[in-house]
């Protein structure tokens, strides 16, 4: 079972974006704006995980009840 590269490639390029909005704006002194930017990043990538979660539980409920 492999893993989807471009999945990770997207977290990781979510991450980048994030962590460089979080630093600029916590250089302009807009410490809640750069939390909120964290914070979103951080459930959207939550989310993200969960459909490939979400997939992976539907393929095990195939393979062990036998249906496609």
Do not use: P
Request: charged share 15%; hydrophobic share 60%; no cysteine.
């Amino acid at each position: 079972m492999g893993v989807d590269v471009d999945l990770i490639f997207r977290i990781a390029g979510i991450g980048i974006v994030v962590a460089f909005l979080h630093t600029v704006l916590d250089q302009m002194g807009k410490k809640e704006y750069a939390q909120w930017v964290t914070l979103l990043g951080f459930i959207y990538i939550l989310f993200m995980v969960a459909s490939v979660v979400h997939d992976l539980f539907k393929k095990i409920k195939a393979v062990f009840l036998f249906q496609s």
